[in-house]
């Protein structure tokens, strides 16, 4: 089979199912592996992007500056009229600028190439006759999928076989209601939106289950064209967006400055090639070249602390979505409580232990044994489907005799759990030819559907959650009559039904649960519990791990308000009980259209639309597959404290990089304007163009250090974002204060030392690069710097080390060449005033600047595109093969 083999998707809704899987050679009980990886080989990977580090591509970035360009145009230019040596300097300085930049780079890449080699998103298929976990970049034309709530499809399928399926394609069509799916062939040229009996890529299962077969994998999907219409890139965060809108600011600075200097110039009768060689420097001076560098380094370093705290991050832009949580959503199973949910006891309608109870509670059971590829299934190992309370019921060892004892009853008919429904039922025959549905489900919703019960049975229940566990109930309705040989189930058979008891479960709380709510409580994060659970259970949980009490709200509540009267009660609950998947999700979208930043963290198949609506979805190690694979970061301990060690490091990240951002405003910017107004002045250029590049050079060496230090407390205690109109405030007013500087250097130069060109460049290299490199100690922190904020220890060497080497090069062999000779001793009595003159004036200039001024600015909105985007993210690989899925 090759690519072109594949059906479009509109094509094979029109055709019967048979029919389809012959077209596909395709059967009901799936491919087998050889074939597929027959097929893997042919059509390529069911993938959309890649992250494999290129090196052409990282070299690419670091030459696409158009004034990078420029300059080493100029610069050849110069060596063939004549200017051989002065143009050599220049293009050593530039490869090793333009090298620093792609090492760092291509470190950070391999980072992010090796962080995606450790994640797997899997989907269930049968391959031989047996349902297997495959990754869903392995799926081929003709794979047969099983579908389970929460699943996100994994590829365009014909819908085989359904049981109350429904699937949210609003990442499709936009539209945001489910829709119902069935296995009926509809008309030819159907809209994308009725194609009812096909499961999308991209789409997630709302409802229900279902099994499909694969009809188009990659960019030959609906959803794989839309994916690679945005880029085959991911796209920006808000972040990176912030990064580039300041990197416009200085580059509109630049070109201002440098067509301002090279006129100048001109005009002074300069020759054009140095006076562009000049203005070109200056630019390249001014601009952030090494930015994306310490971004990368950043992101990179942050993922292996993470990693060494047992974090895993899908990408290296979730740990900038951690440091931005202001709110975090969360279910109690898993996350506040241990996760191991245990069955306790069965208790039957008069309160009593009935194993009677036991029994139908394993004959309505979704859990589904696993074939693992390791051997022959004895029914005992790893089983999957269901809920946690039905793979716990099924693994108990109070329920080991009846599960491997002689079968009473045949399965005929299944209506899966439903959110909505909160019930799951089977219609089931003994083996005297008797027929009988068995309803399981939350006890109001079964009660409801029950008989009444009696005062016995009321008071077990509540006993059961005035402490705190997990209690599903169980009722029966026998057949009789016409209905005694039907063969079919359905939602509305489970009435009438008779209470026939309790299944009780234990899921403690975490030991350390409470300790990491108090952190997030202390880093601003605001935290909120939404369960399917009992009110009263979810209730005394919060209240055991000391979460802030509240209004406690229902499912029922939710339904009944409207958007803003939702977002009115958000504020003022802690506690969502008795909530849906859907409701889950509405909460989170209500939330984050407050402009906040929403984080939910669930590890359940009830969790899965809410972790795909959330701003960062974190799921736990202990998780279902499906929740793990919805998840952005995965706690791979179940230690919460983990997550307030990822927004620390994501706000630790930022801090760190605004350190940069601002040090590029002020000092940067305060030597290039520096430079355009001393050459109005001067009869020769007041810094070669090589000079500027070698004190840029060195200047960039100095901050790679940054990653590495430390974040005031204060910082990490809310979310910080890019502001732009701060950054230019702070660049128009330090960077005066930079170039008074300056201008007291070219006086003690002129008038105190009579320096010449060579000298008087020499001399304002070296204070240049002191005031520029030093001034990251003020810069770094709003306090006091060293006596109540200290650097780190690779910061403040590599600082000092940079100043240093600017002194030193003076005095060295090759200084004439690049136009220096050395200093006199006073200079650097002269250059030590002046720098501590300049850092006591910085610190002057914060007390006034930041007085009012916010640590955290308002909320950011996302881009229409952020949900295709990331959903997209699920089908990639890092194979070397053409992206779209098919070999050329």
Not at 68 to 80: C, E, K, N
Not at 336 to 345: A, D, K, Q
Not at 661 to 666: A, K
Request: aromatic share 6%; charged share 20%.
């Amino acid at each position: 089979m090759t690519g072109e083999d594949a059906l479009e998707v509109g094509t094979a809704a029109a055709l019967p199912v048979e029919e389809v899987l012959a077209r596909l050679g395709g059967t009901t009980g799936g491919l087998s592996q050889a074939e597929a990886g027959c097929r893997l080989a042919a059509v390529g990977p069911n993938a959309l992007r890649t992250h494999r580090a290129r090196r052409l591509a990282v070299l690419a970035r670091q030459l696409r500056s158009p004034l990078l360009v420029l300059l080493a145009v100029t610069a050849a230019a110069s060596f063939f009229l004549g200017e051989r040596s002065d143009a050599l300097i220049i293009g050593v300085i530039l490869a090793a600028s333009v090298g620093l930049g792609f090492v760092n780079e291509y470190r950070a890449e391999k980072a992010a190439e090796s962080l995606h080699s450790q994640i797997r998103h899997r989907c269930l298929v049968r391959r031989d006759g047996r349902p297997r976990l495959v990754d869903v970049t392995s799926l081929v034309p003709g794979d047969l999928v099983e579908l389970r709530l929460g699943d996100i499809v994994p590829a365009d399928l014909r819908l085989v076989s359904v049981a109350e399926l429904e699937c949210d394609e609003s990442v499709l069509t936009g539209e945001s209601m489910p829709v119902a799916k069935n296995s009926q062939a509809v008309s030819a040229g159907a809209a994308l939106a009725d194609l009812r009996d096909c499961a999308l890529m991209g789409s997630v299962v709302h409802a229900g289950s279902g099994t499909g077969v694969v009809v188009a994998t990659a960019g030959r999907t609906e959803f794989g064209r839309i994916a690679l219409q945005l880029g085959e890139r991911h796209p920006d965060t808000e972040f990176q967006i912030g990064l580039r809108r300041f990197s416009m600011l200085l580059v509109r600075v630049a070109a201002a400055l440098t067509a301002g200097i090279f006129v100048i110039n001109l005009v002074l009768h300069r020759p054009v090639l140095d006076a562009l060689l000049f203005s070109l420097a200056i630019a390249v001076g001014i601009s952030p070249q090494l930015l994306p560098a310490v971004v990368s380094t950043s992101l990179a370093a942050g993922t292996r602390r993470l990693a060494q705290h047992r974090v895993l991050v899908k990408r290296l832009v979730c740990i900038e979505d951690l440091g931005d949580i202001e709110v975090l959503f969360t279910d109690k199973t898993g996350t506040l409580t241990e996760g191991r949910i245990s069955f306790m006891r069965s208790l039957g309608p008069d309160g009593r232990p009935s194993d009677d109870v036991l029994e139908l509670g394993l004959l309505c059971n979704e859990a589904t044994a696993l074939d693992d590829g390791h051997g022959p299934d004895d029914g005992q190992g790893r089983v999957v489907g269901g809920n946690p309370l039905d793979v716990a019921l099924w693994e108990a060892p109070a329920a080991g005799a009846l599960r491997t004892a002689p079968a009473r009853y045949r399965r005929l008919a299944l209506v899966p759990f439903d959110h909505e429904r909160r019930t799951a039922s089977v219609l089931v025959e003994d083996d005297g030819g008797h027929r009988m549905i068995v309803t399981k489900g939350a006890p109001e919703a079964v009660l409801e559907r029950s008989s009444p019960i009696g005062d016995q049975a009321k008071a077990a229940l509540d006993a059961e959650f005035a402490a705190g566990n997990r209690v599903v109930a169980v009722a029966t309705r026998p057949l009789s009559g016409e209905d005694a040989r039907r063969t079919t189930l359905t939602p509305a058979d489970e009435h009438d039904l008779t209470f026939r008891g309790l299944l009780v479960f234990l899921d403690p709380p975490k030991a350390g649960a409470s300790h990491a709510l108090e952190r997030l409580t202390g880093l601003g994060v605001t935290v909120k519990v939404l369960t399917g659970d009992n009110p009263t259970v979810a209730a005394k949980l919060c209240a055991d791990l000391g979460l802030p009490g509240g209004q406690v709200l229902t499912g029922r509540d939710v339904e009944a308000a409207d958007d803003a009267q939702l977002a009115a009660l958000i504020e003022r609950s802690t506690v969502f009980a008795r909530v849906t998947p859907e409701h889950k999700a509405r909460i989170v979208r209500v939330q984050r259209r407050g402009g906040l930043d929403v984080a939910f963290l669930g590890d359940g198949v009830n969790d899965v639309l809410a972790l795909h609506a959330a701003d960062v979805g974190i799921s736990v190690e202990t998780a279902t597959d499906v929740a793990k694979d919805a998840a952005d970061v995965l706690l791979l301990e179940k230690d919460l404290d983990i997550l307030a060690d990822g927004v620390i490091q994501g706000r630790r990240i930022f801090g760190n990089t605004m350190k940069y951002v601002l040090m590029g405003t002020s000092s940067n910017f305060g030597n290039m304007f520096s430079a355009a107004a001393a050459s109005a002045f001067l009869p020769f250029l007041p810094m070669l163009p090589s000079q500027i590049l070698l004190n840029n050079l060195l200047y960039d060496s100095s901050q790679l250090a940054i990653p590495t230090d430390t974040v005031d407390p204060e910082r990490l205690r809310r979310p910080s974002r890019w502001d732009v109109r701060l950054i230019r405030r702070f660049m128009l007013f330090f960077g005066p204060i930079s170039s008074l500087f300056d201008f007291a250097t070219f006086a003690v130069m002129l008038g105190l030392f009579h320096a010449g060109p060579p000298l008087f460049r020499t001399g304002w290299f070296v204070e240049s690069l002191a005031t520029q490199v030093l001034v990251i100690f003020a810069i770094r922190t709003r306090r006091v710097p060293f006596f109540r904020s200290r650097p780190s220890l690779p910061l403040l060497l590599a600082a000092l080390g940079v100043v240093a080497v600017g002194a030193l090069i003076p005095a060295a062999p090759f200084a004439a060449a690049l136009g220096f000779r050395p200093l006199p001793a006073p200079f650097f009595l002269v250059l030590v005033l002046l720098v501590a003159a300049y850092l006591v004036l910085i610190e002057l200039g914060k007390l006034w600047f930041y007085r009012g001024v916010p640590l955290a600015p308002a909320g950011r909105e996302r881009t229409p595109a952020h949900a295709a985007h990331r959903r997209a993210h699920r089908f990639t690989t890092s194979a070397a093969l053409p992206l779209g899925g098919r070999r050329r």
